[in-house]
């Protein structure tokens, strides 16, 4: 792994945040719900969508003790 190169998963991590951080400025601004709008016709599905949104920002805080991001 290069030298600020990250992890495939923390890589996701990242990109699943800024999906989060955009449909929450969304809902900020406009009151306009992107998940809700997309997959609101099944309910589990959009509470399985923020529950991956809540363990990626779980993720994003342990990347500090990511031995492969470490290098």
Do not use: Q, R
């Not at 600020?4 to 449909?23: D, S, V």
């Not at 900020?28 to 529950?51: Q, R, S, T």
């Amino acid at each position: 792994m290069k030298k600020n190169e990250k992890c495939k998963m923390h890589c996701i991590t990242n990109h699943i945040l800024w999906l989060a951080g955009l449909n929450w400025g969304l809902v900020g601004l406009f009151d306009w719900n992107l998940i809700e709008v997309v997959f609101g016709a099944w309910p589990v599905v959009v509470k399985m969508i923020y529950i991956i949104m809540g363990l990626s920002a779980i993720m994003f805080c342990a990347e500090k003790k990511c031995k492969p991001c470490k290098v």
